[in-house]
């Protein structure tokens, strides 16, 4: 019995990685947000300018020069979007992370429960390491399979 509950616990974990993601691109699909909106404003704004080589010398100051000029970009694309374009890319910047988040947790419940079924059967890590990325593999094409599949259906209607 405790290796039934074992792959229950498996089965069920990788089911929340795999149905937060799927929502997650049906949701983010139906947002009215239209990508090109942040192209047209990046294309009036002009790329940040570039963080000289040498501040590598130190990275920390590198790092926080190369942060301090993506910010200030960042704000000037904004700025140069029309209001509501920049309603609909916050809302849409705001689902990712939130989807982001609970796909982040469940896999690190999936992670875990991964490792009691290794536990239950005393298989070696690697068989583990092995098992955590099929089920990734599978969880992202399932999406992707579903995402497909959905199309297809809209396309014959």
Known sequence: MPHVIAWCGFLGAWL??????DQAVRELEDQDFEHEAIT???SQVGDPPQVSGWW????????????????EY???VAAAMDEKDLRAFLSYHDAAD????VAAGASLIAVAESWGLRESFG?????WGGLVLLMLVVCGMATKYRRHRRERHAADA
Do not use: E, F
């Not at 939130?98 to 988040?101: F, L, N």
């Open 16 to 21: 929340l990685v795999a149905g937060p993601l």
């Open 40 to 42: 047209r404003a990046a």
């Open 56 to 71: 590598l010398l130190i990275p920390p100051v590198w790092y926080a020069i190369r942060q301090n000029r993506n910010r």
């Open 74 to 76: 960042k704000h000037r």
């Open 98 to 101: 939130a989807w982001i988040t």
């Open 123 to 127: 298989w070696p890590d690697w068989v």
